[in-house]
């Protein structure tokens, strides 16, 4: 501490003294004061201080202290002497000046107003000093300041685009929502923003975009984005909208905001934009790539499952959907002769036929993949219109190909399923088109609508499925055998054996009924094994007595293509030591049209082993002449539809004729079916047909009536 002089300190005594005489008052006033309080002489010396001054203060001897001891922390001390002695001297107050001190490395702040003080004769005699500690708030103003600057330096550095809509005047939000968008786009002001903003309305500053108004922002959905602002309670989270953005293009941007309430008035609104125009363009190219074909550019299962479900959540009561399957017949074949590339052209031109056939109905084409399509039409007036479009669907997928450097032609199978008569789901709805276009396929309709006839899976079907398999193995099936003769010699020739099957509740169930079922499951070729095993065994013993008659088998398609037939034929001949030319296997027009290489092949390898082949129901199907002249075939049988009535029928008749002609020119017999009277049997006879089979000779019978028949009737000798 600086030393004092005697006449110093006599004079600070006199001073003291004198003041404390005269201002007894005030001096109680300062000690009542939270101010630290000094009294100081021109020189800084310390003359009185006030009782937080004195706690404040480090020394007990604040009275003659230089002020510059009691204060050893504060920086810029010097400042603050030189204020004292202007403020002494000038005699006028100087306010608010502020100090910083760091005691141990924590900084303190204070505020000093410095007051000259007089004495009686008006000299100024010294100042009196007010210190305010003013750490906090001054920290505070810091923080303050330094939010604000990290705000503004966001907003300035940020890559998305931040703006503030001024509303003024205030909107009130008691107002119904409408009026309040209505207020909202006429009043709303671009108050504040950084230059992304204004890059986005095509400026180079923000002076050029502030005090624009909201109905000029560029959105295409101004209106309706406001309403969701107001409908969500002053907010918007990431909603997606589109902007026009300086290039006159439209670009994807994503906006949240917030708006300000202040009693009940809306009055500002935040917001932040970003562009999203590269990310929405890249998850449309995603989206896309996931619900579309490769290949073809078509919607894919997923989108068109999707497209079906959003249709049927929304579908109006009176409006009929219709799915159609469509699956192109021997399409293997034109990427086997013509190349992948031909193939691959093929499956890119049907997705445009289809649609220009299409373009009055409202309707989604899509690819499943390999050569099946499917058409999805959401909104039809009756299931005829659908059968008709399925048929014009058709005839347009008939008309030739242009292939780069060659034409094809294909054909189709188009199975439908319509919504609500039907299904009411999609996975329904699929699985029924899937069941109508395997029945067009088959059947070689072309178009077919579903039928719970031709579905493996109604529920009765698969009640009779089950009690099938049962059937065939507990031996619940029979065979009946009716017999076929020349009409040549007016003799029976052979037998063809059918199955009989009597079940213990339903009675007797038609061929008809069960055989497709069996056709749809894998019951069909244990079921045909059966009739093999049984009509060989039958016709073994009928040989062994010195019968020789040939027995006929009927083969559905899918059991000729079989891998087990060809080894399980030649074992069954053998086991039952019959020659096998006394076994005759019927089929349909239908294997050849499905799979006709594979069909060739079995077909070949069935002929080597000896066993004779007839095509059964001729006529029905649509056999080319060029298929039959391959086939290993010995006999046509024509189909009875013709026969039965074809002496009133003059077209029947032209047909049996011609049928007669046409098989013996490539060296095949003829079998007419479904004879039941003389006259036909007569006029057959003149039209040189070559064997007859039918009530006429005798119907369907099982073992004992048909030994009874073969020993007694007029068209066999006994052996
Ligand atoms: P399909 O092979 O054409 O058999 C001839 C059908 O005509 C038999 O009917 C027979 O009862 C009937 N029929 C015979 N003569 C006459 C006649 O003079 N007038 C009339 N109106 N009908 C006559 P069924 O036994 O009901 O058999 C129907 C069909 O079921 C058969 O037609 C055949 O396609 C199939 N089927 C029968 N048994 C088998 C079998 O073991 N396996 C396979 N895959 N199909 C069989
Ligand atoms: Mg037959
Ligand atoms: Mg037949």
């Not at 002076?207 to 101004?222: N, P």
């Not at 009055?267 to 562009?275: E, K, M, Q």
């Not at 997928?397 to 054909?411: A, P, R």
Request: hydrophobic content about 40%.
């Amino acid at each position: 501490m600086k030393e004092l002089s005697q006449t110093q300190l006599a004079s600070v005594a006199k001073i003291q003294v004198a003041e404390v005489a005269e201002n007894l008052d005030l001096l109680s006033l300062l000690d009542a004061m939270r101010s630290i309080i000094f009294y100081v002489d021109r020189d800084a010396v310390v003359v009185h201080g006030n009782i937080t001054a004195r706690r404040w203060a480090p020394s007990r001897f604040v009275i003659g202290s230089f002020l510059v001891d009691l204060i050893p922390d504060w920086r810029d001390v010097n400042r603050l002497l030189a204020e004292i002695a202007i403020v002494s001297e000038m005699g006028t107050a100087s306010w608010g000046l502020e100090f910083l001190a760091s005691t141990h490395g924590v900084e303190h702040w204070f505020r000093v107003d410095l007051i000259p003080t007089k004495r009686t004769d008006a000299d100024a005699a010294g100042a009196m000093i007010v210190i305010d500690e003013i750490s906090e708030s001054v920290r505070t103003e810091y923080a303050l300041q330094e939010s604000e600057a990290r705000y503004k330096a966001f907003i300035a550095n940020s890559s998305d685009a931040i703006w503030c809509y001024s509303i003024s005047p205030p909107v009130d939000i008691r107002q119904p929502a409408d009026v309040q968008v209505q207020k909202i786009m006429s009043t709303a002001v671009l108050a504040e923003c950084n230059v992304q903003l204004a890059k986005l309305f095509g400026a180079n500053k923000i002076e050029h975009v502030v005090g624009a108004r909201l109905h000029r922002s560029r959105s295409v959905s101004t209106r309706r984005d406001v309403a969701k602002f107001v409908e969500n309670g002053y907010r918007l989270e990431e909603t997606e909208l589109q902007l026009l953005t300086s290039d006159g293009k439209r670009g994807c941007m994503q906006s949240s905001a917030i708006g300000v309430v202040e009693n009940g008035f809306l009055t500002r609104a935040w917001g932040i934009t970003r562009d999203i125009t590269e990310r929405r363009n890249y998850i449309d190219k995603m989206e896309h790539l996931a619900n579309h074909d490769a290949l073809t550019q078509l919607p894919n299962r997923e989108l068109l499952y999707s497209t079906i479900e959003r249709a049927l959540e929304r579908r109006k009561d009176g409006r009929v959907m219709a799915l159609m399957l469509i699956d192109l017949d021997r399409f293997k074949e034109i990427n086997d002769t013509l190349g992948h590339v031909a193939g691959d052209e093929v499956l890119k031109q049907i997705g445009p036929r289809l649609k220009s056939e299409l373009s009055e109905i409202k309707s989604l084409v899509a690819r499943l993949g390999g050569d099946e399509f499917a058409v999805f039409l959401p909104s039809v007036r009756s299931v005829q219109q659908v059968v008709i479009a399925g048929h014009r669907l058709l005839d347009c997928l008939c008309d030739v190909f242009e292939l780069q450097g060659s034409k094809t032609e294909i054909s189709a199978s188009i199975g439908i399923s319509t919504c609500p008569h039907q299904a009411e789901d999609v996975s329904t709805l699929m699985r029924y088109a899937d069941v109508a276009m395997y029945h067009a396929k088959k059947s070689m309709k072309g178009v077919a609508l579903y039928d719970s006839n031709f579905d493996p899976h109604s529920p009765v079907r698969l009640a009779l499925m089950g009690a099938l398999g049962k059937a065939v193995r507990e031996n619940e099936l029979l065979l009946h055998y009716q017999p076929k003769v020349s009409m040549e010699r007016h003799h029976v020739y052979g037998l063809e054996a059918l199955v009989r099957w009597n079940h213990s509740h339903l009675g007797f169930v038609p061929p008809e009924e069960f055989i497709p079922i069996a056709e749809m499951s894998n019951m069909i070729y244990p079921m045909t094994y059966w009739v093999m095993e049984n009509a060989i065994r039958t016709n073994a013993a009928l040989y062994a007595k010195g019968y020789r008659l040939t027995i006929a088998v009927n083969l559905s398609p899918r059991t000729v293509t079989d891998d087990r037939l060809l080894t399980d034929l030649s074992n069954l001949l053998k086991r039952y030591q019959l020659p096998s030319h006394l076994l005759e296997l019927e089929i349909t027009e239908s294997l050849i049209l499905l799979e006709p290489d594979r069909a060739f092949a079995a077909l070949k390898s069935i002929g080597d082993l000896g066993v004779k082949l007839a095509i059964d129901d001729f006529g029905t199907g649509y056999s080319s002449l060029a298929y039959l002249k391959r086939l290993p075939v010995q006999t046509l049988k024509i189909d009875k539809s013709f026969v039965l009535d074809m002496l009133d029928d003059e077209q029947d008749e032209i047909i049996v004729n011609s049928t007669i002609n046409l098989a013996h020119n490539l060296g095949l017999s003829v079998v007419a079916e479904g004879v039941e009277c003389e006259a036909v049997y007569q006029r057959l006879s003149d039209h040189h047909c070559d064997c007859a089979q039918g009530y006429h000779i005798a119907p369907p019978m099982n073992d004992l009536e048909l030994e009874s028949w073969l020993k007694n009737s007029r068209w066999t000798s006994c052996p």
